[in-house]
């Protein structure tokens, strides 16, 4: 601790509030760019380390000087220089908004608290990889949603400050009710989600292939985790399949029915537990729906842990509030159907932004 205090802390109070925003808007873009990698590699379980930067078109491996942050992107024209194939602008977006939050973070913490700062902005980074990632894949990894329960635990008994308290024990207790609060009223919220909206049939094209791994279900657009589509005994999914292969056997035009307890393919049982693998053929899914998953619910203890339970209420309020009105404008704009699902985390992340930065403020002017 001590040389951490003498390496980082000290220097940073030396130098001028100004020449430290400044590290912290280029230091953010360039976490960005690692953010990027993150985003991309942990849906898939790729290492996040090795191999390094690469095209995803042609593998070519990216030179640092071609992998600066924004700058390259705008030098290359936002194209591969190998290949020439169109990078995402997700890339440079993601560069752009954590350099963005990092230099908020030193803005409004840096003369309080330096490491506050530096702890704010991680966090900010968190919450960008789960919402990009939640976006295109409609899950939040466990590496962000368990890892940022236990470094805000952690955080909020090395530093009080973050909970404006003076003793890690207070600090703590404010950040174990956080955590408590935020899953109780996530997974309330969900349970009564599934009740409401009952099932959803998933139009998809014809002869579309679905896949059943051991923990998640596969469809052309979208991964859904057994656990956010199972929560009661009675919950099914059933597909007309035209054809189903198991690792041992196949079987044509029959109905399927997976529940908890059991896979039925036609009128043969199976122990669902028993099959490792499935994939199945068919023009029409139907799963029980629900507002949102498991991992929102790990996602808001998250959430908790580090903001507080003050930071929770405001969180699930905002976020509602806003993902009502960007669900409805959608549908005004006819760019999605009523029956469709859309990723609550984003929302959930940019309710959590607004608490960090300016949620104080906000509650003041809303309460007096
Ligand atoms: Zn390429």
Known sequence: MEILEQCIIEPIKGASFLYWAVVFLVFGCIVGSFLNVCIYR????ESIVKPPSHCPNCNWQIPWYFNIP?????????????CGKKISPRYVIVEFITGVFFLCSWLKYGNFNPYLAIVVAIFTAALIVASFI????????????????????VVSIVLPSLHQSSSWSSSLKQSVLGLILGTALIYIIVQAGKLIFGKLKVQISPDTKIVFTEEELILPDQIIP???????????????????????????????VLTPEKLLIGK??????TISFMEIVADEITIPR?????GDVKFMAAIGAFTGWKGVVFTLCVSSI?????????????LRERSSRLPYGPFISLAAIIWIFIGEEIVRIWLY
């Not at 942990?42 to 379980?45: H, I, Q, T, V």
């Not at 589509?229 to 029959?254: G, H, P």
């Open 226 to 256: 057994y656990c956010d589509i199972f929560s009661r005994k009675t919950d099914a999914i059933k597909i007309i399949a035209k054809r189903v292969e198991l690792a041992d056997r196949c079987f044509w035009q029959t109905q399927v």
């Open 290 to 294: 629900e507002a949102m998953g498991f």
């Open 70 to 82: 924004i700058i390259s992107y705008i030098w290359l024209k936002g194209k591969c220089h190998n």
């Open 134 to 153: 939640d976006f295109e894949h409609f899950i939040i990894p466990d590496e962000i949603t368990i890892g940022g329960i236990v470094f805000g635990l």
């Open 322 to 334: 806003i993902g009502a009105i960007v669900g409805g404008l959608l549908i005004i704009a006819g």
């Open 42 to 45: 942990l849906p898939r379980g």
């Open 268 to 273: 043969e049982e199976f122990p669902p537990d």
